[in-house]
């Protein structure tokens, strides 16, 4: 009963989302997460990340940032044999770039996934990279305000003029199980020392591979 409690406790503290038929295991060097695709509400963006898992373009790449109680980022590197330097994966399936889904109404909450926008989109193609959020991070959501809207900044009270645009990173699914996965690779040391990657783990976390289990890819 004690484990049950536990397993019921651990499911309700994970966002809701709306059922969806597509999940993908995401294989790591430390343990699996299984994780919901919204097709239905970032239908563009969950594509491009089967898309990228069929053709095994995250397959042995690493987590080359992890901020403690911010996000796990990964998919867009591999590791050199030679040196450990984090090199850029330009995925062999070519995904056409599209407009990105932030604005889809899907939050960046704790056990969320979203997509980046890093190396591939620069190259006219849909990013590759993905990330976990550690927690609820709104600051990292699409924002547009209808009126001119006071906000706090690290200068003090800013005025932000009515029609401004503030962009955000598209959530396309949630974790379901192996949450605690995701949290052990949070708390690995990092490195400070290779910039422009000061977030990259000193012990090496690797995606092995991303298996869809949907038969409907």
């Known amino acids: 009963m004690r484990i049950l409690a536990a397993l019921l406790a651990a499911a309700a503290a994970l966002p809701a989302f709306a059922a969806s038929p597509h999940h993908a295991v995401i294989e790591t060097s430390i343990g699996n997460v299984t994780v919901e695709l919204d097709a239905k509400n970032a239908p563009k963006t969950v594509s491009a990340f089967a898309a990228y898992a069929k053709a095994g373009a995250y397959d042995n790449t690493a987590f080359h940032r992890v901020v403690k109680d911010f996000v796990v980022q990964g998919g867009e590197y591999t590791l050199c044999a030679d040196n450990g330097e984090p090199w850029p994966v330009w995925p062999s399936v070519r995904v056409a770039r599209f407009a990105p889904e932030e604005g889809n109404g899907l939050r960046n909450r704790r056990a969320t996934i979203a997509m980046t926008r890093g190396n591939a989109s620069r190259h006219g193609m849909a990013p590759n990279g993905f990330f976990f959020n550690l ?3 709104d600051f990292l959501d699409y924002r547009r305000f209808e009126s001119d809207t006071p906000v706090a900044t690290p200068r003090g ?5 009515a029609g401004t645009e503030i962009e955000g990173y598209a959530v396309f699914g949630r974790v379901v199980s192996g949450w605690e996965v995701v949290e052990r690779i949070a ?3 990092v490195t400070r020392s290779r910039p422009p990657h000061e977030h ?3 012990t090496p976390v690797l995606v092995k591979r991303v298996r869809l289990l949907s ?3």
């Open 187 to 189: 708390q690995v040391p």
């Open 157 to 161: 009270p800013q005025v932000v003029p």
């Open 200 to 202: 990259l783990p000193v």
């Open 215 to 217: 038969a409907q890819w």
């Open 135 to 137: 927690r609820d991070n």
